[in-house]
Nanobody, 124 residues
Framework: QVRLVESGGGLVQPGGSLTLSCTTS????????MGWYRQAPGQEREFVAA????????YYANFAMGRFILTRDKDKNTGYLQIINMKPEDTGVYYC?????????????????WGPGTQVTVSS
């Protein structure tokens, strides 16, 4: 089972940017895709974006289009979630996860092997 660890969270002012990382701590990422989710205080965890590891194809939640950019570095076994023009509603714990199986479309992917999460706070 792959073990994932997120990093890069912190306090950011509105309008700022942040890049989160998700790595397998030195081991190869062998799942078909990596997904990112977030959970705001008092709310359920929601899907943000996912990337197919082999070809880099991406899929974003509607709210993430235009401000969230998901990439991966296969050599470093690391995925990156860049968030620009951040808003207070982006505040929450951000999690990465590995796809269970290999869906034909990322909108159908199921994810497991969750990382512990990294806190992102957007506030002035």
């Amino acid at each position: 089972q792959v073990r994932l660890v997120e990093s890069g969270g912190g306090l950011v002012q509105p309008g700022g940017s942040l890049t989160l990382s998700c790595t397998t701590s030195g081991r190869a990422f062998t799942s078909a895709a990596m997904g990112w989710y977030r959970q705001a205080p008092g709310q359920e965890r929601e899907f943000v974006a996912a990337i197919k590891w082999n070809n880099g194809g991406t899929y974003y939640a509607n709210f993430a289009m235009g401000r969230f950019i998901l990439t991966r570095d296969k050599d470093k076994n690391t995925g990156y979630l860049q968030i620009i023009n951040m808003k207070p509603e982006d505040t929450g714990v951000y999690y990465c996860a590995a796809e269970v199986g290999d869906s034909w479309h990322l909108s159908l992917a199921e994810f497991g092997s969750w990382g512990p999460g990294t806190q992102v706070t957007v506030s002035s």
